[in-house]
C-alpha cells in the first residue's frame, strides 16, 4: 500500500460548471477550479485543478507569463539531467520546474492550440515541490527521478486524485491506494503532475474521452493524437510535463507516441506490475514509458521494473494465460534477468554492428503520394543506419498473414470481468464508485460512440471457458506467434537451419502511413503492434524524421509531422532497444519539437 495518504498531498474534488469561453486565475495558493472543454459544438464538462498566477484566454494568443523561471533554464525538450544539473549547480528549484509546468499547461491546454490532455491537475504539486526543495538542501537528491514531473495517463491508480478511465461514469472514483508503479515513481522522487486524458476505457486510437472530450495533436490540431494514451502523448510532446506513463494493450503507448515524434516503449509482458490499473485486457495490458529522449525512458524504466507479489500484478511464471504466479524477488530476477541499470545500454555507438531485419510486408504500397513520402523517410533513416554501422537486411515473417487474420485481441471478451475485479479492489463507502459492469453500462454516461462496444462486451465476456474464439487466443496464439517471431529473431528455418547471423531486433513501421484523420481510422492504423501485444516481446517505437504531407482532399493534415519506426525484441531484451534507439537518437537527433507550443516569454517578478 502507498505510504502516500491523501492527507498529505491534498485531496482533489470534481466541480462541474457549464460552458466558459474565458477562464481568468489569479492565485498564490493551490485552489479547485471547474471549467470546460468545447469539443465539436458540445459543451463538455472537465474537472481540472489549476495552480497558477497566469490569465487563462481560451480563444486567445499564446498569454505570456509573468513568473520566476531561471532565465537558463528552457522547459522545451529539457531532459531528467538538464534539470538535475540546474538544481545541482543552484540555478533551479523543483518548485519553479513545477510552476514552469503549470505555467505550460495553463497556456496550451486551454488556451492558445487548446490540447486538452489533463483531465485532473495534482492539487498539492507545489506543496510536493517544496518538500523536496527542503530535503534537497540537506542531503542532495531525493532518488533518480528527483522532482520528475510525470504525466500519468488516468487509468492509474493515485490516492490523492480520481481515477476515471476518461468515463464520466467513474469520475467519482477515488481508489484508496496508489497503483503499484505509481509507488515506485513517488519513492524515486517523482511528481504525479497530473492525470491525462485518454482515450475512453482506453478503447480505440482515437484520443477522446466524455470527461475532457478529444486530445490535440502537438503537431497539428486537426489529425489524430494517437491513442488511447492521448493526453500523455500530447503533454509529453509539448514539453507541459517531462515525461510520460501510458498503456498499451494493443498500441496505445506506441501509436500516440510515433505520431508525437516521442520513444515509447511497450514492456515485455510480466515485467511490469498491472496492479492498480484499471485494465482493458490483462492477457495484452502492461504500463510503458513515453518520453522525448531515449535516456529518460531507459531512467524511468529503472523505477518502474520490479516484482509485485500481489494477484493483480499479472507476473506469471510463463507467459501462459494459467501459469502459478512468480513466488518471490528472485524468482522474479531469474525469469526476467531485468538489468539494475537500463541507463548502461546508453552507447552512442550501439548501431555500430547491430543487426536489424526490415520487415518489409508491413511497408505500405507506394500507390499515393503520401504513401510514396512515408516510404522514403522511413528508407532514408535504414540508410543511415546503414551509415553508422548497422547490418540492415530484409526479413519474412513466417505466416504473417495467419498471425494478423487467425489471431485477434481479447480485450472484448477480458474487459467486462477484469473491470469488475478491478472496481471491487476498494471500498464504495467513501466515493459511491459503481462496483459492476451492468450498473456502469446502466448509467449511460460515456461518450455516444462506446454505447454499442460497451453493450457487445457485457455480452461476450460471459461464460469465457465456453468461448472457443476466447480459448484459442489465450491458449494457441502466445506459443504460435511467439515461435514464428523467434524463427525471425534467430534467423533460421523452420527446423532450426541457421541462414546467418542472428537479428538484434526486427524493425517496420509504427503506423502504415503517413497521419492524415482526426478520428484515429485509416488505412493507417497499426496492425504492426499486434506483434508485440499478441507475443508478450517487448517493443519501442522511435522518431525517425518530419513529413510535410502532400495537399490531398482526403486528408486534415497540413503541418509537417512526425513519422516513426518501432523495433521489437526477444522477451525481456529491453537493452538492445533502448542501446539502438539511443544511438540512433544520438546519431540522427531526428526529433523536433512541436511549433505550437514554443518556451513561454519570461518576465522578471524583481
Given amino acids: 500500500m502507498s505510504t502516500h495518504k491523501p492527507t498529505e498531498r491534498g ?25 470546460t472543454h468545447q469539443s465539436s459544438g458540445k459543451c463538455l464538462p472537465l474537472t481540472i485543478i489549476f495552480l497558477t498566477t497566469v490569465m487563462l484566454t481560451a480563444c486567445g494568443a499564446t498569454p505570456r507569463v509573468t513568473t520566476n523561471h531561471s532565465q537558463q533554464f528552457k522547459f522545451v525538450e529539457a531532459t531528467i539531467a538538464d534539470m538535475h544539473i540546474a538544481m545541482q549547480t543552484g540555478e533551479l528549484s523543483c518548485r519553479t520546474v513545477v510552476q514552469g509546468y503549470i505555467d505550460r499547461l495553463n497556456a496550451f491546454d486551454l488556451s492558445g492550440p487548446s490540447l486538452h490532455t489533463v483531465i485532473t491537475l495534482n492539487p498539492a504539486a507545489l506543496d510536493e515541490a517544496d518538500e523536496l526543495d527542503r530535503k534537497f538542501k540537506l542531503s542532495g537528491l531525493q532518488g533518480p527521478l528527483h522532482c520528475v514531473t510525470v504525466m500519468a495517463k ?12 476518461g ?11 496508489d497503483a503499484f508503479v505509481i509507488t515506485k515513481l513517488r519513492a524515486a522522487g517523482a511528481i504525479i503532475l497530473a492525470k491525462a486524458n485518454m482515450d475512453e476505457f482506453a478503447f480505440t486510437y482515437k484520443g477522446s474521452s466524455s470527461i475532457a472530450g478529444q486530445v490535440r495533436n502537438a503537431y497539428d490540431i486537426n489529425i489524430t493524437p494517437g491513442g488511447s494514451s492521448s493526453g500523455t502523448g500530447t503533454a509529453v510532446a509539448a514539453s507541459m510535463a517531462m515525461v510520460g506513463l501510458g498503456t498499451d494493450t494493443g498500441g496505445s503507448v506506441r501509436v500516440p507516441s510515433a505520431v508525437q515524434g516521442l520513444s515509447g516503449l511497450r514492456p515485455s509482458l510480466r515485467l511490469l506490475s498491472q496492479n492498480g490499473i484499471v485494465p482493458l485486457a490483462h492477457s495484452e495490458d502492461t504500463a510503458g514509458p513515453m518520453c522525448r529522449t531515449v535516456q529518460d525512458c531507459a531512467l524511468m524504466m529503472n523505477t518502474l521494473v520490479g516484482y509485485d507479489p500481489e494477484p493483480d500484478s499479472g507476473q506469471r511464471r510463463t507467459i501462459e494465460h494459467d501459469a502459478p504466479q ?33 520487415v518489409r510486408q508491413f511497408f505500405p504500397l507506394a500507390a499515393s503520394a503520401d504513401k510514396i513520402l512515408f516510404n522514403d523517410g522511413l528508407d532514408a533513416a535504414l540508410e543511415r543506419m546503414k551509415a553508422a554501422g548497422a547490418i540492415v537486411e530484409d526479413v519474412t515473417i513466417p505466416d504473417l498473414d495467419r498471425i494478423l487474420v487467425e489471431f485477434k485481441t481479447v480485450k472484448p471478451y477480458e474487459f467486462k470481468g477484469d473491470l469488475e475485479r478491478y472496481l471491487n479492489r476498494w471500498s464504495s463507502e467513501r466515493d459511491h464508485h459503481v462496483r459492476n459492469y451492468h450498473a456502469m453500462l446502466s448509467t449511460g454516461l460515456y461518450e455516444s460512440r462506446n454505447i454499442e462496444p460497451i453493450a ?75 506483434l508485440s501485444s499478441f507475443s508478450g516481446f517487448p517493443a519501442m517505437t522511435i522518431p525517425v524524421g518530419m513529413v510535410t504531407p502532400p495537399l490531398m482532399a482526403s486528408s486534415k493534415a497540413t503541418k509537417a509531422q512526425p513519422i516513426g519506426l518501432e523495433m521489437l525484441a526477444r522477451e525481456f531484451d529491453e537493452g538492445s532497444l533502448i542501446k539502438i534507439a539511443y544511438a540512433w537518437q544520438q546519431t ?12 513561454l516569454s519570461i518576465i522578471s517578478t524583481k
Fill in 167 to 177: 468515463a464520466k461514469a467513474f469520475q467519482n472514483n477515488r481508489p484508496t491506494r
Fill in 326 to 358: 512468480i513466488g518471490s524477488v528472485r524468482e522474479y530476477a531469474e525469469i526476467t534477468k531485468a538489468p539494475t541499470d537500463y541507463m548502461a545500454y546508453l552507447d552512442t555507438n550501439g548501431l555500430r554492428g547491430a543487426h536489424i531485419g526490415v
Fill in 588 to 599: 540522427a537527433k531526428p526529433r523536433r519539437p512541436p511549433t505550437l507550443t514554443p518556451e
Fill in 11 to 35: 485531496m482533489a474534488k470534481s466541480i462541474l460548471k457549464g460552458c466558459t469561453h474565458e477562464v481568468s486565475v489569479a492565485r498564490q495558493s493551490p485552489e479547485i477550479s471547474g471549467n
Fill in 154 to 165: 488516468d487509468n492509474f491508480d493515485t490516492d490523492d486524485m480520481p481515477t476515471t478511465a
Fill in 456 to 530: 457487445e462486451y457485457a455480452k461476450s465476456g460471459d461464460d469465457l471457458i465456453r468461448n472457443a474464439d476466447y480459448m484459442k487466443n489465450i491458449t494457441e496464439r502466445f506459443p504460435f506467434v511467439r515461435a514464428r517471431l523467434m524463427q525471425t529473431l534467430d534467423n533460421t528455418d523452420s527446423n532450426g537451419k541457421q541462414y546467418g547471423q542472428r537479428f538484434d531486433v526486427l524493425i517496420y513501421p509504427t503506423r502504415a502511413g503517413l497521419n492524415t484523420s482526426q478520428d484515429g481510422k485509416s488505412s493507417n492504423s497499426p496492425a504492426t503492434s499486434r
